[in-house]
Every structure is written in C-alpha cells, then in structure tokens.
C-alpha cells in the first residue's frame, strides 16, 4: 500500500513538476515569441481609402463624387454551409453561385464578397443575415450626370484607381493620401478600435474646378445626338471654347457612354475622339491657305481667280472642283469654297511659306490641353512633301488634324491672332484653398497679324452670309465659319466615294467673338456636305450658348436692352420667337433630372 501511495505522489510531483516547466517555457523562455504571435492574431492593419476629390463644373455642379458604401466580405471558417450561402448570394448580388462557393470554401478568413454596393443591394444582402458575412466602409465614385462629358471626366476602378479622361490624368490629385489603422479582433472575428493603438483618418484628395459648363454641355450633346441620328451617321464630336483665354466650355463625343457603368461599353465609345482623332479637314483648311497668302501679301479679297470651269490639271493629273466656276474673287473663293482658286493661292505662297504658316497654326504638334491620349495630326515636313502636296493641302486633303487644333486655329483669328493653349481645368484645391491651374491664357504663338486676323473675319463671314455655310447663321447675330466636305481615306483604296466627314467651324459673335466652335459628323447618309450636315448643328448650338451667355445680339435696337434680352434668357416672354426657340428652363431641368438633386446639388443659375 505503502509503495502505490508513494508511486501516486511522485506521479503527482512529475505531473506539476512538468506543468510548470512547460508554464516556465511559455511565460518565460519563449514568452517574446509567442506575445508576437498574439499580437499577429489579435491585432490587424487595414488600410482605409480616402474619399477621392470632387469634380465640379464651371459653375458648381458636381460631375463626379464619393459617397461612403457598403462592401461585403466573409470568413469562409465561419460558414457552415457554402452552398446554400452562395445560392442565396448569387441571386440577390447577380453574380455567379459556382465562383461565390469556390470563394466561400476557401481555407482563409476574409474574402471579399461583393465590394461598392448600392444601398438596395446591400439592404438585401443583410436581409439574408448569414453567419460569417460582414461589412466594410468603402467610397464609391459616383458620376451623377452620366453620359455627360463622360469622355473628359473619364472614369475610376473599384481599386480607386483614375483610369480614363481626367479621373485618371489627374489620379494623384484626385486620390487624397491612404491611412494604415491598427483593430483589435475578437474571437469572433470580429473588429473594434482600441484609444491605446494607432488612429487616424484617411486625406481626402483635392477637388478639380472644370472650364465645362453643364448647360452648354448638355445643349452640345442634344444637339450633336440630334444630328447623328438625323443623318445617320457613325457618329460626331463638337468642342465650344472661349476664343479669348482657351478654356473650353463643351467637349462632346459620340457614341457616348457612362462611367457608372463603364464596363458595359467598348473602347471606342469611352475615346475622346476630339483629342484623340485626326481626320482629314477638307475646305475648313482654306482658311490656313487664306492666312498664308494673305500674310505674305500675295493676295487682296478683291483679286480675280480663274477658277478655269471647276478643273485643273498639274503634273499630268486633273483635279476636279465640286462646282463650274470660272472667275470669282479671292473672297468669292473662299465664300463658294472653290477647290481650284484655293489651288491657285496655294501654289502662288509656295510649299515652304505654306508650310510654315500650317505649323505657326499649331497642326502637326498636340496643342497642350490638358487630357490624355492628345495626338499631333499628320503633317509632313516640307522637304517630303509629293510634287503634288501644295495643290491637295491647299483645300484639306493630304493632311490630317484634330478637332481641338482645327477650332483652336480658328479662336485665334477670332481674338486677332493669338493661339492660345486650351484647356478643361480651372483651378484644384479643396474649400476656399483653390489654386488656379490657368490664371491666364498661355500663349503658344501668333500665326497671323491682327491685320489679316481681321480680312479673314470679313472673308469667313462672306462664307455665312453668301456662300456655302447659310445654314450656320444665327438670327440677330454675325456668324464667321468655314464648312468642309472631306473624302475618308481608304486604306489601299484611295478616296472613298461613299464615306465623308462633314464639318462647320467658326465663332460667333463675328467682330466682338464670344465662343468658337467646331462640329463634325461622321460618316453621315443622303446628304453630306458641311453646309447641309454640320452647320445646322453649329447654329442651334452657338445660338442657344450666345443667349445662355447673356451675350446681346448684334442686329437688335439697343433699346431694347437689356429688357428684352433678359426677358429672353430668363423666359420671361413666352411671345419672344428668341424664348420659344431657346427653352433654358427646360435645359436645366434636364440636367437637373440628368444629375438627380441629391447627387448634382449646387448653383444652378
């Protein structure tokens, strides 16, 4: 008896002796290892993502914002049973069951489920109250006017990151400064602060100030939509800038898209073709040949030209104009849009004097603006130009351009010859700290005399008044513009003969300008020339953004101002013919309706 007793005790003795070596070996010997291995289970870094700066339009409307959602995630150890979950899962989230469950019997504790949900998605998702699905914080960009100047705002991934237009030109500014938070987690997974561990929040990032006006962006847009779907077209791009300081008003490309739902629509409808795309100008280059021969005294608006009965022929190869003319005056030449007396002038500046004139113009260089994806255009050097260069560059063909050069070039001989740099954004900042990206127009050179800036204004106001471009006339105002009719190339083929681009470019009011503008259809059906296509567009556009602008017509009695004229923009006479043409309420309740009043909030005149 004595012996099991005695056996029992030393069984006893051994059994704590071991207890507290092993307690010694945790507490003491290898207490450091496994106090760092507690901090590795109970403590957690998440980075927490700043809300990205607001976009906001010339006048304050928001055109891009944050807004703080809710992101699902879950603890596959936690779910009992993946299948059901991912079941129910998938019908209320739209998603996939088979890619939920693969995610949902993962041998992890977070995996996201869903991230950036609308408010009814996730009221939904916690309706279905699952065991080991939990909730995030995450802003969310929202783009409350959708479609509208989708391709300059551009567009952000759920990552936060800017990936198109400005959102991703600007990604730096807009993405504000991330935080690493350290939480505590329970046993049940679970998170929560703790005063002792560090605590910060995340920098938002600084707003962007736009030169875009919503209204005139959407009047740009209704109008180009409008035009697109009359003549059938491919598609169109319209840009209105202030001739005076370069900033532009309205950029509009189309087939459009939204950038809420970017992923739905291909490349080529999110390209910024205004920027991004050069085309062949036609007869609006005349006005280029114009400036060359004029600068160079070579020619007065009163000389004749033989425009020989509409053909010509050069190094053996005829040339052939779209009309019979035989003798017309240098300003009847660029009135009727004559092929062969633009031929003439040309030939008569010279290849390399004409050459200069085209680069002092800006073409074959980006203009500077400031979004991406900006090309040059295709002009050749002079010394590789083919015998024939100087006759086809002389009425457009055999160069190409984009529209923002081609209405830039035009804005400077609206203000007297000043090319200026364009540009979409204002000013970048937060509150009252804005800084002022242009505080004044940048000069890039001056391609004219204010002398010859001056006869090309009276020559592009014959073209309105008495040539090719009638329809671009706007009642009460002087309209200045040039229309262009241009043959798309065919690769290995030539010219087409069935594929054009139509386009108007000009400024209004002519003498005293207050926007320049630029339209161009693609591709249009049944009839194609500028004057029929595109300068339509251009007059309802530019009379609408000249009323909006509070800019006083030129052929009404100055007695009636300004009564008249604010009855007219503030709607006030429903009997004017100006009112019932122009609909400004009407405007601003689309956009209103567009942006909805929660997202779009700001002063809308």
């Known amino acids: 008896?004595?012996?099991?007793?005695?056996?029992?005790?030393?069984?006893?003795?051994?059994?704590?002796?071991?207890?507290?070596?092993?307690?010694?070996?945790?507490?003491?010997?290898?207490?450091?290892?496994?106090?760092?291995?507690?901090?590795?289970?109970?403590?957690?870094?998440?980075?927490?993502?700043?809300?990205?700066?607001?976009?906001?339009?010339?006048?304050?409307?928001?055109?891009?914002?944050?807004?703080?959602?809710?992101?699902?995630?879950?603890?596959?150890?936690?779910?009992?049973?993946?299948?059901?979950?991912?079941?129910?899962?998938?019908?209320?989230?739209?998603?996939?069951?088979?890619?939920?469950?693969?995610?949902?019997?993962?041998?992890?504790?977070?995996?996201?489920?869903?991230?950036?949900?609308d408010s009814p998605v996730s009221a939904a998702v916690r309706d279905l109250d699952l065991a080991g699905v939990t909730f995030l914080k995450e802003n969310k960009r929202y783009y409350p006017m959708r479609e509208l100047a989708s391709q300059v705002v551009g567009f952000a991934s759920v990552d936060h990151k800017g990936l198109e237009g400005l959102e991703g030109l600007y990604d730096q500014v807009i993405t504000g400064e991330p935080v690493n938070r350290r939480v505590l987690r329970d046993a049940r997974f679970g998170t929560l602060s703790s005063p002792t561990l560090s605590f910060g929040d995340a920098k938002p990032g600084r707003d962007l100030y736009l030169t875009i006006d919503v209204a005139i962006q959407h009047i740009v847009e209704r109008e180009l939509a409008r035009a697109v779907e009359q003549s059938q077209a491919r598609g169109g791009t319209a840009v209105v800038l202030d001739p005076h300081s370069g900033a532009v008003l309205a950029m509009a490309s189309l087939p459009s898209f939204d950038p809420n739902r970017f992923r739905h629509f291909d490349a080529s409808q999110r390209r910024n073709r205004v920027v991004a795309d050069a085309f062949e100008p036609g007869s609006t280059f005349k006005m280029v040949t114009a400036a060359a021969a004029l600068e160079a005294n070579l020619i007065d608006p009163t000389d004749v030209l033989d425009c020989e009965r509409g053909g010509i022929t050069l190094h053996g190869i005829r040339i052939h104009d779209h009309h019979p003319f035989?003798?017309?005056?240098?300003?009847?030449?660029?009135?009727?849009?004559?092929?062969?007396?633009?031929?003439?002038?040309?030939?008569?500046?010279?290849?390399?004097?004409?050459?200069?004139?085209?680069?002092?113009?800006?073409?074959?260089?980006?203009?500077?603006?400031?979004?991406?994806?900006?090309?040059?255009?295709?002009?050749?050097?002079?010394?590789?130009?083919?015998?024939?260069?100087?006759?086809?560059?002389?009425?457009?063909?055999?160069?190409?351009?984009?529209?923002?050069?081609?209405?830039?070039?035009?804005?400077?001989?609206?203000?007297?010859?000043?090319?200026?740099?364009?540009?979409?954004?204002?000013?970048?900042?937060?509150?009252?700290?804005?800084?002022?990206?242009?505080?004044?127009?940048?000069?890039?050179?001056?391609?004219?005399?204010?002398?010859?800036?001056?006869?090309?204004?009276?020559?592009?106001?014959?073209?309105?008044?008495?040539?090719?471009?009638?329809?671009?006339?706007?009642?009460?105002?002087?309209?200045?513009?040039?229309?262009?009719?241009?043959?798309?190339?065919?690769?290995?083929?030539?010219?087409?003969?069935?594929?054009?681009?139509?386009?108007?470019?000009?400024?209004?009011?002519?003498?005293?300008?207050?926007?320049?503008?630029?339209?161009?259809?693609?591709?249009?059906?049944?009839?194609?020339?500028?004057?029929?296509?595109?300068?339509?567009?251009?007059?309802?556009?530019?009379?609408?953004?000249?009323?909006?602008?509070?800019?006083p017509p030129q052929r009404v009695p100055p007695e009636t101002w300004p009564g008249e004229l604010l009855a007219v923009i503030d709607g006030q006479d429903p009997e004017s013919p100006a009112t019932a043409a122009l609909d400004l309420d009407g405007v601003f309740g689309e956009v209103r309706e567009r942006g909805g009043a929660e997202l779009a909030s700001g002063p809308v005149p």
């Open 326 to 551: 035989d003798l017309l005056t240098f300003r009847e030449v660029i009135a009727k849009s004559s092929n062969i007396g633009a031929i003439k002038t040309g030939l008569m500046v010279g290849r390399d004097l004409f050459y200069q004139q085209i680069q002092s113009f800006g073409f074959g260089a980006p203009t500077g603006i400031d979004l991406p994806g900006e090309a040059s255009g295709l002009v050749r050097p002079a010394e590789r130009w083919a015998r024939l260069a100087t006759a086809y560059i002389s009425f457009g063909q055999g160069i190409s351009v984009t529209a923002i050069q081609l209405v830039s070039a035009f804005a400077a001989v609206a203000n007297g010859g000043q090319l200026l740099e364009p540009y979409v954004v204002r000013g970048v900042g937060a509150g009252d700290d804005v800084e002022l990206v242009h505080p004044r127009p940048t000069l890039r050179g001056m391609p004219v005399t204010p002398g010859t800036a001056r006869t090309l204004e009276r020559l592009l106001e014959a073209v309105v008044t008495e040539g090719t471009g009638k329809k671009a006339a706007i009642e009460g105002y002087r309209v200045a513009g040039k229309t262009g009719t241009a043959q798309k190339a065919e690769a290995g083929r030539g010219y087409s003969a069935t594929k054009f681009v139509a386009s108007f470019v000009g400024f209004a009011p002519a003498r005293e300008p207050a926007v320049a503008a630029l339209i161009v259809i693609d591709e249009p059906k049944g009839a194609y020339h500028g004057g029929d296509v595109a300068a339509p567009v251009f007059s309802a556009i530019v009379r609408e953004v000249l009323l909006y602008l509070r800019v």
């Open 1 to 117: 008896m004595k012996a099991r007793w005695f056996f029992a005790l030393l069984l006893l003795v051994a059994w704590i002796g071991g207890i507290g070596a092993r307690l010694y070996q945790l507490q003491v010997t290898d207490h450091l290892e496994y106090q760092d291995l507690a901090k590795r289970q109970q403590l957690r870094r998440i980075t927490l993502e700043p809300p990205r700066g607001t976009i906001y339009d010339a006048r304050g409307r928001k055109l891009a914002l944050s807004l703080e959602v809710d992101s699902a995630w879950a603890c596959p150890r936690e779910i009992d049973d993946p299948a059901t979950a991912s079941a129910e899962l998938a019908r209320v989230l739209g998603l996939e069951r088979q890619k939920l469950e693969e995610k949902l019997t993962r041998d992890k504790e977070f995996v996201w489920v869903a991230r950036q949900l």
